[in-house]
Antibody
Framework: QVQLVQSGADVKKPGASVKVSCKASGYSFTRHYLHWVRQAPGQGLEWMGIINPVSGTTRFAQKFQGRVTMTRDTSTSTVSMELYSLRSEDTAIYYC??????????????WGQGTLVTVSS | EIVLTQSPGTLSLSPGERGSLSCRASQSLSSNSLAWYQQKPGQAPRLLIYDAARRATGIPDRFSGSGSGTDFTLTISRLDPEDVAVYFCQQYGNSPLTFGGGTKVEIK
């Protein structure tokens, strides 16, 4: 079955960076784009960006441009998201999610379990 | 950026009752590219409906989606206690992808 397993919770100080990984299994890794979405405590969902697992091409929400990178490793079927210059407002659960149709313009049919990132001095 | 507005904020229903959740887009969605997700406390969201009206794999038929253009509805035909959750709509046809603020469904 399709699984997206994310790295564990992390605590960072303001100004630091955090890297969250997402290991895919149960399907052909290169057939589906992967997205990153975050959710601040008690809040809604916010799309951060997308990565093409074949080319590594990325597209980000303007809000995160210049402060986020997304990479993939096809040998381990893993995507990673790194967010820089952290501030308290970045405290959130970060999710990876699989694109249903494999085009990058589809809904998300499988989600990781989420990774809590806490930014605190 | 397309803004999605969900209403009501909270919907209180009795078990077996029918309920409707609304999602309004700030501009017309291409190809009715709208999805609905269910999120229970402490869990990741789960895809319920996509393309405005197509049920995702394994979703009970008491969940249905309708609408087009800028106005969309998720209907729960007979509320089951396990349906208590927050429901989000999402548009995926235009970048950036955006979500509505959510509707909380609770048991009356």
């Amino acid at each position: 079955q399709v699984q997206l397993v994310q790295s564990g919770a992390d605590v960072k100080k303001p100004g630091a960076s955090v890297k969250v990984s997402c290991k895919a299994s149960g399907y052909s890794f290169t057939r589906h784009y992967l997205h990153w979405v975050r959710q601040a405590p008690g809040q809604g969902l916010e799309w951060m960006g997308i990565i093409n697992p074949v080319s590594g091409t990325t597209r980000f929400a303007q809000k995160f441009q210049g402060r986020v990178t997304m990479t993939r490793d096809t040998s381990t079927s893993t995507v990673s998201m790194e967010l820089y210059s952290l501030r308290s407002e970045d405290t959130a659960i970060y999710y990876c999610a699989r694109d249903l149709g494999g085009t990058g313009n589809d809904p998300f049919d499988h989600w990781g379990q989420g990774t809590l990132v806490t930014v605190s001095s | 950026e397309i803004v999605l507005t969900q209403s009501p904020g909270t919907l209180s229903l009795s078990p077996g009752e029918r309920g409707s959740l609304s999602c309004r887009a700030s501009q017309s969605l291409s190809s009715n590219s709208l999805a609905w997700y269910q999120q229970k406390p402490g869990q990741a969201p789960r895809l319920l409906i996509y393309d405005a009206a197509r049920r995702a794999t394994g979703i009970p038929d008491r969940f249905s989606g309708s609408g087009s253009g800028t106005d969309f509805t998720l209907t729960i035909s007979r509320l089951d206690p396990e349906d208590v959750a927050v429901y989000f709509c999402q548009q995926y046809g235009n970048s950036p992808l955006t979500f509505g603020g959510g509707t909380k469904v609770e048991i009356k």
